[in-house]
């Protein structure tokens, strides 16, 4: 059995986004009491996918863990507290709570611990309408269709069992638009760019962090590696987040940190930026103009030895831009994959071919939801053994 028939074997082999859109759609139409948990971004993008279907008339209400939004409305809806929600499932045990948060799993456990009913809990919504957005125009299936030699060459090149699971179960979670393929891959949250069984940090690592938004990830690292290290060049685009950065760094007096306000990039040049809280990132619609450069020119003096890579898409980008450091250098690589279904071939093949020692890793960070997944490229003398 060839790579390609081998790895097609073990992926969904019906393109499944609209029977389950409809099975939903189904679902929520006989639904009476409704709340959507989560009064931002991940809560609107639920109500969308049901206002576009005519069903968001069942969704009375929302809510949402931030005190400062309670008793205020959110898409004209009120928006409760928790002991409100449990209050509301006492009145109506027939109501259905719809998780729409990045942190779906904590709020799961939170709602199970205040009482409600595992059965009233709904924790497949948000992830099947947010790919349903995604995928609107082309299915996931289709796209991993169109380009199954290439997925199936990344399946291949995994180096161990619990990549080519993780992988697998992610392409399967996206084509049936259901997020049960996600259960028990995730590693702990506290490992993300750090996996434990498959890194250990030296005392001589020159780590550069790619999308060091306002230190998180430095954080971790000075943790750690218990402050022993030679150098963190912290590298983010968004000049006030970089502001941010710099003020966390002196109150925690921080030594060899080097910073840079810029994007990474294939060339030297300035790229329009869109800014968000957390996600901050390059587009043809952003409102403001960043500098931008290759991490070639960045690092041309430093042998760096770790490069982490989370910049919301431009990933594919930063990695050409970094040709001649990765090839001379060999660095791990930690790069996200989740910003789009192509990167999942994309980048491990282009990691890949920059520097054909590497060997390939795939690590899952977030439980039940399809955010923090990680690439990780490892010369073989930084593998533990």
């Known amino acids: 059995m060839n790579e390609t028939n081998e790895f097609s074997s073990k992926l969904l082999e019906k393109d499944l986004h609209h029977d389950a859109v409809s099975d939903y759609l189904k679902l929520m139409k006989n639904e009476t009491s409704v709340v959507i948990w ?21 969704v009375k209400y929302f809510a949402d863990n931030n005190r400062q939004k309670w008793g205020t409305r959110f898409n004209g809806l009120p928006v409760l507290s928790a002991e409100e929600v449990v209050n509301l499932t006492r009145e109506n045990p027939e109501t259905r709570i719809i998780i729409a948060a990045i942190h779906l799993v904590d709020i799961r456990n939170q709602l199970l611990s205040l009482g409600i009913e595992d ?7 948000f992830f099947l309408a947010k790919n349903y957005w995604t995928f609107r125009d082309k299915t ?34 996206k084509i049936s638009l259901d997020s049960r393929y996600l ?19 030296s005392e001589y690592e020159v780590f550069c962090d790619c999308g060091s938004f306002n230190g998180d990830t430095l954080d971790t690292f000075i943790a750690l590696s218990g402050g022993k290290y030679q150098k963190y060049i912290a590298i983010e685009a968004d000049k006030d987040i970089h502001e941010e950065l710099m003020r966390r760094i002196a109150s925690k007096g ?15 040049t ?3 930026f869109h800014p968000a809280l957390s996600s901050g990132r390059i587009a043809e619609e952003g409102s403001i103009s960043v500098n931008a450069d290759t991490l070639d ?3 041309k003096e430093e042998n760096v030895t770790f490069i982490k890579m989370d910049i919301e898409g431009a990933e594919e980008m930063a990695l050409r831009g970094a040709g001649g450091v990765i090839g001379r250098n060999k ?4 790069v996200c994959l989740y910003h789009s279904l192509e990167d999942f071939y994309r980048l491990p093949l282009l990691m890949k071919d920059l520097n054909p020692e590497y060997r390939l890793f795939v690590r899952h960070y977030k439980d039940m939801v399809d955010y923090e997944t990680v690439c990780y490229a490892i010369p073989e003398d930084r593998l533990i053994p």
């Open 38 to 58: 989560g009064c931002a971004a991940t809560g609107q993008t639920v109500y969308d996918f049901l206002s576009k279907f005519g069903v968001a008339g069942c």
């Open 119 to 125: 059965k009233s809990i709904d924790i497949n919504g």
């Open 140 to 173: 996931a299936y289709q796209i991993i269709q169109s380009r199954i030699e290439d997925y199936a060459k990344v399946y291949a090149l995994l180096a161990d069992e619990r990549s080519k699971a993780v992988y697998l179960s992610i392409l399967n979670a």
């Open 183 to 201: 259960a028990g891959i995730a590693s702990p949250s506290g490992e993300k760019y750090f996996e434990k069984k498959l890194i250990k940090l």
């Open 254 to 268: 921080y030594a060899n940190i080097q910073t840079h306000n810029l994007a990474c990039w294939k060339e030297k």
């Open 270 to 272: 300035i790229l329009n």
């Open 297 to 299: 020119n960045i690092l």
């Open 331 to 334: 660095p791990i690589l930690a």
